[in-house]
């Protein structure tokens, strides 16, 4: 059976007196400046690549990758070499791939992904995996597999007790309709030793199909699981892991996807300052039935006939016996007014997560009127200098194209096929960055007007999600940079990068506990010309790819 988890932040984190960003003026000093060989490789989307689920897959390619493992960053010019710029600054050449007959075929930017044991996977986007055991080149071996599936990798692991390795891959593919689709790719190759070699195998693939974007993707170290975050449940394409087809069958209908469980939520809610409006969907044979309501001061009950509609300890104080109700289309449409007036709600009943919030337009546009000091990047009204003005990003995708489609944190069994624990995010709660640690994950996701920050980790029955980190305000100054293309930030959370498409860098500094302001600084790349195309974050630096420069910031002494 699935769990449903409710993902809700930790009060002791959410910083409530949290004011603004204060801008300062203290430099950014660049510590090293690369020019390069030869540029960046970058693939432009192909006439038969118009979706906006492929848009949005190139637009936002990250074409720097980040190595935990030994805090080194990777890339790949236009040559197809392979470069690696080690910690202290050294840039050198570790391999090259050759895909000049192939290149016709090539679909995808090339990615890199990395794994404990000093394993490297690289796909060249056209359907061939090189897969790099050590670093070093008289030492390191190299396998070529061609498993014809052509996609961007999203994660790399070991697993050690059974010496396998699992690279996810994403790509967009069309069904019969034409209508375009996520798929997920899951790779397993056996490394073995035969007659004193390294010998590399292929020993699974299984197909993943998602309607709708991947944010996040991830295999467990013990190789039985895998979270996603995405706007839609995800369903196996074929059925070749020793599980029969009628077994499979069975466990389906015994846990039902996640459409059936919770796409249509019991209830819906909204507030404004004052007051709370609840639509709750009625049977057809009792819409003209009068309903019984019950107010008290922390519980609500609602009930027709004999049937409960509502019923729950609710979050905080309502005036007691005060409510009006409506049938409408359909539904009972309920006012409560709250005792507290400005007292915003997170949820109309505690722990029921069978509701939804519904956005209050009116409150929406009040909430951004008294929270635009937020996103300012000048000291005060009196500050001199000229500030970077918002321009267009040609690349970027319309918010509207993202709206009205939940997103789902999931965990899956590959054994048994099924969603073993489940988090509705909702649709404004979305992925700001992710980062991938020695052990574990951590998510950032928005949370109201906030960014919250999760570390994932691994486990059997129970899984571990924990809230850590907090940013205040971080996610409605996310939402105002239209010119945004890159959003990263380090392990430790100490502050967070937005990086524009070209030019500008902005970093927020981690609010201290119960603290009114925090930094912002603001960094001119000077390279309008040439556009940011990677970055990656770390304790102490920010490095920063451009088509013909690698710059490293210097963020902490």
């Known amino acids: 059976m699935t769990e449903i988890i409710d993902l809700r932040p930790n009060k002791s984190l959410i910083n409530s007196t949290f004011e603004k960003y204060q801008f300062s003026n203290e430099a950014v000093p660049i510590i090293s400046e690369n020019k390069l060989k030869n540029h960046v490789y970058r693939l432009e989307p192909n006439q038969n690549q118009e979706s906006w689920l492929e848009a949005r897959l190139f637009a936002f390619h990250n074409h720097l990758f980040n190595n935990v493992y030994d805090t080194s960053c990777w890339f790949i010019d236009e040559t197809w070499a392979v470069w690696r710029l080690d910690e202290d600054s050294s840039l050198d050449q570790v391999y090259e791939l050759h895909v000049d007959a192939q290149s016709s075929k090539v679909t995808y930017n090339p990615s890199i992904g990395f794994t404990s044991n000093d394993i490297v996977v690289i796909s060249d986007g056209g359907g061939n995996l090189h897969i790099l055991i050590g670093y070093a080149g008289e030492n390191r071996k190299v396998f070529l597999m061609n498993p014809e599936e052509s996609g961007v990798?999203?994660?790399?692991?070991?697993?050690?007790?059974?010496?396998?390795?699992?690279?996810?891959?994403?790509?967009?593919?069309?069904?019969?309709?034409?209508?375009?689709?996520?798929?997920?790719?899951?790779?397993?190759?056996s490394l073995c030793t035969e007659d004193g070699a390294t010998k590399v195998h292929n020993i699974?693939?299984?197909?993943?199909?998602?309607?709708?974007?991947?944010?996040?993707?991830?295999?467990?170290e013990n190789g039985?699981?895998?979270?996603?975050?995405?706007?839609?449940?995800?369903?196996?394409?074929?059925?070749?892991?020793?599980?029969?087809?009628?077994?499979v069958s069975e466990i389906r209908s015994e846990h039902p996807g996640v459409s059936s469980q919770i796409r249509i939520p019991k209830y819906y809610w909204s507030q404004d300052e004052d007051s709370l409006t609840v639509w709750v969907k009625v049977p057809k044979d009792r819409s003209d039935k009068r309903?019984?309501?019950?107010?008290?001061?922390?519980?609500?009950?609602?009930?027709i006939d004999d049937e409960t509609l509502i019923q729950g300890e609710c979050q905080h104080r309502l005036e007691e016996n005060v409510a009006t109700w409506r049938h409408k289309e359909g539904a009972l449409q309920v006012e409560l007014s709250k005792h507290e007036s400005g007292l915003m709600w997170s949820e109309l009943i505690k722990g029921d997560t069978g509701g939804e919030c519904l956005p209050n337009e009116v409150l929406a546009a009040e909430i951004h009127t008294r929270?635009?000091?937020?996103?300012?990047?000048?000291?005060?009204?009196?500050?001199?200098g000229d500030q970077p003005c918002v321009g267009f990003n040609a690349e970027q995708l319309e918010e509207c194209d993202l709206e009205g489609k939940d997103n789902f944190l999931q965990r899956i069994n590959f054994l048994t096929r099924t969603t073993t624990h489940l988090a509705r995010l909702g649709s404004n709660n979305h992925v700001l960055f992710t980062y991938k640690g020695k052990h574990g994950q951590t998510v950032c996701l928005r949370y109201d007007h906030d960014a919250c920050i999760w570390r994932i980790g691994d486990g059997d029955a129970q899984w571990s999600l924990r809230h850590v980190l907090s940013f205040p305000g971080f996610g409605y100054v996310e939402a105002s940079k239209t010119n945004k293309k890159f959003c990263v930030s380090p392990i430790d959370g100490s502050y967070i990068a937005i990086v524009e498409h070209t030019r500008h860098v902005f970093l927020y500094e981690r609010p201290a506990v119960g603290a009114k302001s925090a930094k912002q600084r603001i960094v001119d790349l000077d390279c309008q010309a040439s556009p940011i195309m990677g970055v990656v974050a770390?304790?102490?630096?920010?490095?920063?790819?451009?088509?013909?420069?690698?710059?490293?910031?210097?963020?902490?002494?």
């Not at 693939?205 to 944010?215: E, F, H, R, W």
């Not at 975050?229 to 070749?240: A, P, T």
């Open 371 to 384: 929270l635009a000091h937020l996103c300012t990047d000048q000291q005060d009204n009196n500050a001199g």
């Open 153 to 189: 990798i999203m994660n790399v692991q070991y697993v050690e007790e059974s010496s396998k390795v699992i690279v996810t891959m994403c790509a967009i593919v069309a069904d019969d309709s034409q209508k375009k689709y996520t798929q997920l790719v899951l790779l397993s190759y």
């Open 224 to 247: 039985d699981y895998l979270h996603s975050i995405c706007q839609d449940n995800i369903s196996f394409e074929n059925d070749n892991v020793g599980v029969e087809n009628a077994q």
């Open 538 to 557: 770390t304790n102490k630096y920010l490095i920063v790819l451009s088509k013909e420069k690698l710059y490293r910031l210097q963020i902490h002494t």
């Open 291 to 303: 309903p019984r309501i019950s107010v008290k001061p922390l519980e609500l009950s609602v009930t």
């Open 204 to 220: 699974d693939k299984q197909i993943l199909k998602v309607q709708g974007t991947v944010d996040y993707a991830c295999v467990e």
